[in-house]
């Protein structure tokens, strides 16, 4: 996968640079798609190639955003489906952070999640000297301060041994369920993305 994503990532670039996406004003790109479609190799991978390049880019990950910590919200979905969905996510708390990007702040306290902890701490940003702020996550593209909109279109179906070799959750048989939920809520964003990238890393325009 490493290799087909660098490629879309390289592609993606020379696309926004062809564009004048990086014309010195600060600029948000979001990245989103289901679980285990390669959106975080995708995100991480575009704010390195930018920093190589000299555009200064940080990253934001959806994860630290979550209301509850990862076993914790896994065990309230167990108990109850209705509570999968982009309201388990702090959407509001990052668009806060993304105007934060805009107006330079150069101490922005975010939550960082620990895994092991099953907790949420808190790290300092700043922001004052980046041009690109990348987010990434399964509903970043409903959030309204995005500049660019990239979608991954791989399904939870495809990236089924993608993910059991991440191997990051104990899989249960309500799992493939839930990506269901999760797939019905998170497609439709693919109509409101910039650049669609397909299960096998090709990278197109797409209908925004």
Do not use: C
């Not at 309201?87 to 101490?107: C, N, P, T």
């Not at 990239?150 to 048989?173: I, K, M, S, Y």
């Amino acid at each position: 996968m490493d290799g087909l994503s660098t490629t879309a990532v390289t592609r993606l670039v020379q696309a926004l640079d062809a564009d004048g996406a990086f014309d010195g004003r600060r600029l948000v790109i979001g990245v989103a798609g289901e679980s285990g479609s390669g959106k975080s190799t995708t995100a991480t991978q575009l704010a390195d190639a930018l920093n190589a390049r000299g555009i200064p880019t940080a990253f934001l990950n959806q994860d630290n955003y979550f209301i509850r910590p990862p076993r914790t919200n896994h065990a309230f979905r167990l108990a109850d489906l209705g509570a999968v969905g982009p309201h388990e996510v702090q959407l509001s708390l990052i668009d806060e952070h993304i105007a934060a990007f805009r107006a330079g702040h150069h101490e922005v306290r975010a939550p960082l999640v620990n895994y092991p902890g099953n907790r949420f701490d808190e790290e300092v940003r700043d922001f004052s000297a980046l041009q690109v702020l990348v987010v990434e996550g399964t509903y970043v593209l409903m959030l309204d301060g995005l500049d660019v909109r990239v979608f991954l279109e791989a399904t939870h179906r495809d990236t089924h041994e993608r993910r059991l070799a991440r191997n990051r959750d104990a899989w249960e048989p309500i799992i493939d369920t839930i990506l269901g939920i999760e797939h019905r809520l998170i497609a439709p964003q693919g109509a409101t993305a910039h650049w669609l990238i397909d299960a096998a890393f090709g990278l197109r325009r797409g209908p925004a």
